[in-house]
């Protein structure tokens, strides 16, 4: 089994930053793709960005594009994104996803083998 562990949400300002981690566990040797979710209240799980494997590739939701940066570090088993100029529209939890599946255009939260349990970012207006 591989776990995903999020960290780093929290309360910002509008127009603030943060930085939310994914530390994987378990048989991450065998992880491709990586990626992260949100989900506010009452909506729907929505795709935020994703990474190849090399973390050559990068893909992302038209809403954050050019405000947020995703990134890995395969030696510490760990994703991240950087979430810059944040709007009060960016509030979700915010879930970790992984599969060992090349990513190939999944932007379907079911495609997604593995999840972490999420972690919560609010930003105030």
């Known amino acids: 089994q591989v776990q995903l562990v999020e960290s780093g949400g929290g309360l910002v300002q509008a127009g603030g930053s943060l930085r939310v981690s994914c530390a994987a566990s378990?048989?991450?040797?065998?992880?491709?793709?990586m990626g992260w979710f949100r989900q506010a209240p009452g909506k729907e799980r929505t795709f935020v960005a994703a990474i190849s494997r090399s973390g050559r590739s990068t893909y992302y939701a038209d809403s954050v594009k050019g405000r947020f940066t995703i990134s890995r570090d395969n030696a510490a088993n760990t994703m991240y994104l950087q979430m810059n100029s944040l709007k009060p529209e960016d509030t979700a939890v915010y879930y970790c996803?992984?599969?060992?599946?090349?990513?190939?255009?999944?932007?379907?939260?079911?495609?997604?083998?593995?999840w972490g349990q999420g972690t919560q970012v609010t930003v105030s207006s």
């Open positions: 996803a992984a599969d060992q599946r090349p990513w190939a255009g999944a932007y379907d939260s079911s495609w997604w083998d593995y």
């Open positions: 378990g048989r991450t040797f065998s992880m491709s793709a």
